[in-house]
């Protein structure tokens, strides 16, 4: 599960909650996880919004940074 707080993007993964400061613009509420792609130092991933507008995210776990792409 994915979802915006504020300026925190939170992913909980395996009952493990990561939270990711967020850079600017801040995505709407994030509802559903599609697709997570490891690259290198960094993870993308597709999520659907509640109003069904796809975004894809870059998840940066070593700097714990998140980027709406």
């Known amino acids: 599960m994915l979802f915006a707080l504020l300026d925190r ?8 909650e990561i939270r990711l400061a967020l850079r600017p613009p801040l995505p ?18 597709l999520a659907r919004a509640d109003d069904g507008q796809l975004l894809a995210l870059r998840l940066d ?9």
């Open 9 to 16: 993007l939170a992913l909980i993964l395996a009952e493990r």
């Open 61 to 69: 776990f070593r700097h714990r940074e998140a980027e709406v792409l």
């Open 28 to 45: 709407p509420f994030i509802g559903e996880l599609l697709l997570l792609l490891p690259d290198g130092p960094f993870v993308f991933a």
